[in-house]
Structures are given as C-alpha cells and as structure tokens.
C-alpha cells in the first residue's frame, strides 16, 4: 500500500512541473517519541493521566516548490488497525505538532506537516476521519489530518495530487 501511494506520487509529479520531491524515507526511518496529559475515561468519570506516544510513519517525504517545502507523514490503514490503536498514533502526531513543531523545538526546522492517512475502502476513510475528530476536539489543527481512499487514485496514479483529500474541517474534497 506504501509502495502503491509512493509510485503514484511519482506519476503524478511528473505532470507537475516545479513541484518535486524532496526526500522520501520508508517506514520506522522517522521516530519522535512524546509525552502529553491525555484524558481517560473511567467509571468514575473522567481522569487526566500522563501518556506516552511515538510519531512512527509509514513514510515520511516532503515536496517542494520554489522556496516552499511541505511535509508529509503517511498512514498506511489496511483495516487491520483498531479505531483505538488509531486514536492513540493521531494523539501521537497531535502532540508532536503542538509541543516541538508549532513551538520551533524540533531539530529539521520543520514549521507543519500533514497526516495522510490512505484507507482501502471510502467507509474505513470515514470511520478513521470520526474517530480522529476526538484528536482535535477545538479545532486547533483542523489541516494537520488529511484522509483520502487508495481506490480515487489507484486507477489513476496522477490522481493522488488532486481533489480527493478530506480534512476535519468540512467535506470539501482538497488536493495536496
């Protein structure tokens, strides 16, 4: 499925002149592990507990274009994965941008970067696009998840860089 989603970035920046890829590093490359106040539900109620996370991508690769880089973090979800397991790897990511990337603490200099997470089924984009609304409950990073099925570019590579992204700001369908 990496493989997959890699081949049809490819494709589809030969059609995109000026826009290129920068690096690409396969899965496990990347780690950032982080450490946030997460808050569980219990009998009780609910409780604020000290969590533990890592930021492990499937693939890491940046674009650019003139002076402009933009960062990419992959998601590969073959359905395997519980809507828990997810929910926890999004915290992940979340508090990664918001104590190192927003603050200007991480090393590479990176400003943001986008979660794409690439589903085999339009139903599975849909659950996993809910389940990470709980991620970002204020709104504070609506751009940082991007969602899209392999089946809007599988056919068609060069369509990965088109209108078939969602974030969890609206429905509007978005390109990279």
Known sequence: MVSRFRHALVLALRELPGVTLLFWKPGGVFKAAVKYEDMVKTREGTRTQLAEGAVIPDGFFALTSG???????????????SNARYLAKLKAYYHFWATQIR??????????????????????????????????????????????????????????????????????????
């Not at 002076?67 to 994965?81: I, P």
């Open 67 to 81: 002076d402009k880089t933009a960062y990419f973090f992959l998601e590969a979800d073959r359905s395997t994965m």
């Open 103 to 176: 603050a200007g603490k991480h090393p590479s200099g990176m400003t943001r970067f986008r979660v794409l997470t690439v589903t085999l089924s339009q139903e599975r984009k849909d659950n996993l696009r809910e389940t990470a609304r709980e991620v970002d409950a204020e709104g504070k990073a609506p751009n940082l998840f991007w969602f899209a099925c392999e089946r809007s570019y599988r056919d068609v590579p060069q369509q990965v860089m088109s209108p078939i992204w969602q974030t969890l700001q609206d429905n509007t369908l978005k390109s990279l």
